[in-house]
């Protein structure tokens, strides 16, 4: 079975700071996907990122990076001079390639940014 | 294009009533996955349909089904209501199944169980 587990349940920075959002998966499988998906209030989720378990090239856009490292099993996620607006929760997730669009959810980390 | 459409936004329900939630994907897109969110289980699987057949579901009981259309668009119901049931429905398109594609989400539907 997978699994995902995002340790930080809350976390809370003042805005410029840096901060990094840890993710943990398990699976047997040797091919899968991992995700970052952004919540904001309003509900939707919304995506951020897919790496496929064959790519552990690290990967920067604008002020956000992430860094997969399957040694450790970890796809952790940067946030580089935070904003107010980067306040939501943030959900790692993962998919097997096993026929069907299913993704596994860790239980998210809701980021507060204070002015 | 348009992003994936959920209506309606918001359902009041009484237990034992039953509930029709609708998905509207992105065009072109013909898959169409089900995820229920509440803060005790978080986000959890229901499930897929790709070409109209369901491909997937997660471990929930039988009041929860779904279909989709030839068009794409899908529909879940829930039967029986139970003050459980009361959540964020989610809805995400993708191009293909597999498990591969990206998957968009819908705005979700807040169920509330009374």
């Known amino acids: 079975a997978q699994k995902v587990t995002q340790a930080q349940t809350e976390i809370s920075v003042v805005e410029k700071e840096d901060v990094t959002l840890d993710c943990v998966y398990e699976t047997r499988d040797t091919t899968y996907y991992l995700f970052w998906y952004k919540q904001p209030p309003s509900g939707e989720l919304v995506f951020l990122i897919r790496r496929n378990s064959f790519d552990e090239q690290n990967e920067i856009s604008g002020r956000y990076s992430w860094n997969f490292q399957k040694s450790t099993s970890s796809f952790n996620f940067t946030i580089t001079a935070s904003q107010v607006v980067d306040s939501a929760v943030y959900f790692c997730?993962?998919?097997?390639?096993?026929?069907?669009?299913?993704?596994?959810f860790g239980q998210g980390t809701r980021l507060t940014i204070n002015p | 294009k348009a992003g994936v459409t959920q209506t309606p936004r918001y359902l009041i329900k009484t237990r034992g009533q039953q509930v029709t939630l609708s998905c509207s994907p992105i065009s072109g897109h013909r898959s169409v996955s089900w995820y229920q969110q509440t803060p005790g289980q978080g986000l959890q699987f229901l499930f897929e349909?790709?070409?109209?057949?369901?491909?997937n579901k997660g471990n929930f009981p039988g009041r929860f089904s779904g279909r989709q259309f030839s068009n794409s668009r899908s529909e879940m119901n829930v039967s029986t209501l139970e003050l459980g049931d009361s959540a964020l429905y989610l809805c995400?398109?993708?191009?293909?199944?597999?498990?591969?594609?990206?998957?968009?989400f819908g705005p979700g539907t807040r169920l509330t169980v009374l």
């Open positions: 997730a993962l998919s097997i390639i096993q026929g069907a669009q299913k993704l596994v």
């Open positions: 349909y790709f070409s109209e057949t369901q491909r």
């Open positions: 995400a398109s993708s191009l293909a199944t597999g498990g591969a594609d990206t998957q968009y």
